[in-house]
């Protein structure tokens, strides 16, 4: 993975192209030729010039491997009023110096979306405007693989099939004493990773790649708060925020502005809806595993982005760096981050970043005081909230919700992890008492933030289809059954699968070589 | 075609040789706005324009252009020359107006016969 920024001024005819010539030297070296060049090099030239004719100034930061070229281009400018009428050919607000030039045809935007696979523009008046353009290296499936926010280190495996029955999702195989996933399954909730005691899950180390004009630009640093509780009793919220600041970081926010928000507005949002109840997108891997397994419950899951995403949003103009809570949040942290611009850390990165300055700054932690930190069962107006945490609650109850046996509650709150992100395994520290000692701190004022509708609806994924060809798929299936049938049901797990079912489905797809019974 | 017997249909004089001058020339493209001649350059493509600014150049290397032909007797801005130089984009410039160089191309590559290039 290559990650690039380019500076672009406003203004400065001259020297404009240059950022697109600059990434073309770049490209060359690892081989894009012909057609595909050719599209990259209309969608950056166009919007580097947006920036050299409408803003002041703004950079092109771009991302590419072997299979993808992600370009988000970002000014500081006028933003555009009126997005329809941006993209309208033929439309321009160009000004006379660079029309003369040959510029304001009105073709920028849309010569840029024709180019790309996938585009996207966003602006704000008055502050700038980004736009982002992926462009497919090689041909592959829209469908986006999860299970990249997991890294596996299988090496530390010691086959103790612990994570095969954990997994909801029926995602993991352990075959030869090394854990697998199966992307198109996974959830990404953080089941494995909670009940390994080998540490072989973890959310991935991120490389930080960029170059030197894009990291002083870096300084807002979005935490859940979690982390700021997560280094014992001596060390105090408040000197472990002390200490981030220190890392040079002015500005830091929590992922619960936009969570809280999140908690208002699907609240009012639920109020209105006909169908109860509404199922609040909190968490991201909540959001995965109703797509994957209960896709009949999408059309109740309340239309906005989930906390991380809308904390994005946030930046769209900008640099930030996230930390990324849980193998979901990575996901969604990297989906979002097209272009490199975005800074993504695990908590353990940053933990020993800090930890030579907290070691200097020990002092005495204040006593914490008898609160309730119980979160409220009702909304406003006596409204129905039922707040549940840990995988195998929220499954029991969207099977529940399924079979239409919570009707009586108009809002869900559900979360992979013990009483929210304080319960993710990435923290090592017990989720009541962070959540006890966060709430002691005194540091409870969150600002006030937007929730961000989403832009695309959420949408059941296919799983793991059988074969792309959909009679061939029917044979398979019928071996599975027919194989299921002549196993024990015991789902034992010895085999390395988590289910006779997902045994017979591994035979039959030919996923590890010499698979079988080790029971029957 | 050569790019040679097309400077001589429009009686072009080269103010910037480019890498060869016996490039082989497929297409012409004509046009004044940048982003029309963004979309349609490529290797083996003609540019005809009345512009003379820089930018022709930076879009001729990005597409990997070969040629720039200005119409009218335009005078190129020294920087154009430059720039085209650097990235050994050869630039011609004929007296004739962008309708008469076009026609005298057109004939030149396809004949009397109509053919959108």
Partial sequence: MITSCFSITGGKFDEAGSASRRLKEQLKQIGVDGQIMRRIMIAAYEAEMNVVIHAVKGNLWVRFDDRRFNMEVVDQGPGITDLNLAMKPGFSTASAEAKQLGFGAGMGLPNIKKASDQFEVDSQVGKGTRVRSTIYLETQSVEQPTGQGLFVQAELCVGCLDCLKACPARALRVWNQRPLILSALCIECTACIEVCRRGVFEIPDTEINQSEESVSEVHTLVIPRAFLTQFGSKIPPRVVLAALRNLGFKDIRFTEEWERELRRVVRRYAAEQKQHPVISPICPAVISLIESEFPSLIPQVAPFMTPIQAAVEAWILCSATFVAACPSQYTLLERADLSGRLRIVNPAQLSARILPLLKARTETAPTVQKQSVQPSRSGKNGQAVLEAWGVNNVVEILEKTEKGLAGDFQVLELGCCETGCYGTPVFEENPYLAQKRWSASGLERLRPVKAVPIKSPYKARTGMRLDADMSKAIEKLARIEELTAGLPGRDCGACGAPSCASLAEDIVLERYPGLECLVS | ?117
Avoid at chain 2, 94 to 105: K, P
């Fill in chain 2, 1 to 117: 075609m050569k790019l040679e017997e097309l400077i001589q249909a429009i009686d072009a004089q080269v103010l910037q040789p480019g890498s060869e001058r016996g490039t082989e020339i497929a297409r012409v493209f004509a046009g004044d706005k940048i982003s029309a001649l963004l979309e349609r350059a490529g290797p083996g493509t003609m540019l005809v324009t009345s512009l003379a600014n820089t930018q022709l150049a930076c879009v001729a290397e990005l597409m990997d252009c070969p040629v720039l032909c200005l119409v009218d007797g335009t005078e190129p801005e020294p920087k154009l020359l430059e720039a085209a130089a650097r990235c050994e984009t050869a630039v011609v410039v004929c007296v004739l107006d962008m309708f008469e160089t076009c026609g005298r191309l057109h004939r030149r590559l396809y004949g009397d016969n109509f053919r959108r290039s």
